[in-house]
């Protein structure tokens, strides 16, 4: 396994010579810059962004040199990210793929082999497709209204009233939370949709985020490198 010395991405997105649309996503959960290759791959970014049980992640994150029947192949990790599930933690190493179409028999052996040494490593290897990540139209509303508020500044009066909620009263609406961190609709909404994008807010990802729907406030994480390196 070959990985950054800086524990970054592995490759850089540069040159004009992919197949797909590329770039680069700054975290606010993580305060990497995350290259992309691909739809598949910009929505994990965003979809790892949003969910409150993803604690880190990284994309591009190893290089994988292994064997395969009798040749010696390379896997580069598209997306490796943090997730605790019911206080457990699992590391999922990713492949990207725009649909079924893109996984042929050669690529599903190396995909097996990849699989052989993450399960001997105890973590999870999966292969998720654009249609497993962008979901419904109702997922796709919120990837986009949501995100976009990723770089909104955040005061510091703001986050101490979004932990004073976080410790006394965490299961609220999300009319409450916009309405407790700003008394504009507007400032609000988006303020709550930064929080959320710093993984402090728990929802229903697949539901249209509205003032009605319930929303559960997260504690700050204090996040130990479970990936090694």
């Given at each position: 396994?070959?990985?950054?010395?800086?524990?970054?991405?592995?490759?850089?997105?540069?040159?004009?010579?992919?197949?797909?649309?590329?770039?680069?996503?700054?975290?606010?959960?993580?305060?990497?810059?995350?290259?992309?290759?691909?739809?598949?791959?910009?929505?994990?970014?965003?979809?790892?962004?949003?969910?409150?049980?993803?604690?880190?992640?990284?994309?591009?994150?190893?290089?994988?040199?292994?064997?395969?029947?009798?040749?010696?192949?390379?896997?580069?990790?598209?997306?490796?990210?943090?997730?605790?599930?019911?206080?457990?933690?699992?590391?999922?190493?990713?492949?990207?793929?725009?649909?079924?179409?893109?996984?042929?028999?050669?690529?599903?052996?190396?995909?097996?082999?990849?699989?052989?040494?993450?399960?001997?490593?105890?973590?999870?290897?999966?292969?998720?497709?654009?249609?497993?990540?962008?979901?419904?139209?109702?997922?796709?509303?919120?990837?986009?209204?949501?995100y976009a508020r990723q770089t909104r500044h955040v005061p510091e009066d703001v986050l101490d009233v979004f932990d004073r909620m976080c410790d006394e009263k965490p299961d609220v609406t999300f009319r409450d939370l916009r309405e407790a961190l700003h008394s504009d609709r507007v400032m609000g909404t988006s303020l709550a949709h930064a929080m959320i994008c710093?993984?402090?807010?728990?929802?229903?990802?697949?539901?249209?985020?509205?003032?009605?729907?319930?929303?559960?406030?997260?504690?700050?994480?204090?996040?130990?490198?479970?990936?090694?390196?």
């Amino acid at each position: 396994m070959f990985v950054a010395e800086d524990g970054g991405p592995i490759r850089t997105i540069v040159g004009d010579g992919h197949r797909h649309y590329t770039g680069e996503e700054h975290s606010q959960k993580t305060g990497r810059s995350n290259p992309y290759d691909g739809a598949t791959e910009h929505a994990l970014i965003i979809e790892s962004e949003l969910r409150s049980d993803v604690w880190t992640y990284r994309t591009q994150a190893f290089r994988l040199r292994l064997l395969v029947g009798v040749s010696v192949r390379e896997w580069i990790c598209d997306h490796l990210r943090h997730v605790r599930v019911d206080g457990v933690d699992v590391v999922e190493a990713i492949e990207c793929k725009p649909n079924l179409s893109f996984l042929d028999d050669d690529e599903r052996a190396v995909q097996t082999a990849v699989g052989a040494v993450m399960r001997g490593m105890g973590w999870r290897h999966r292969v998720l497709y654009l249609r497993d990540v962008e979901g419904s139209g109702e997922r796709q509303v919120n990837f986009g209204e949501i995100y976009a508020r990723q770089t909104r500044h955040v005061p510091e009066d703001v986050l101490d009233v979004f932990d004073r909620m976080c410790d006394e009263k965490p299961d609220v609406t999300f009319r409450d939370l916009r309405e407790a961190l700003h008394s504009d609709r507007v400032m609000g909404t988006s303020l709550a949709h930064a929080m959320i994008c710093r993984g402090r807010v728990q929802f229903d990802l697949d539901r249209y985020l509205f003032d009605p729907m319930p929303v559960r406030l997260v504690p700050a994480k204090i996040c130990t490198d479970v990936f090694g390196f």
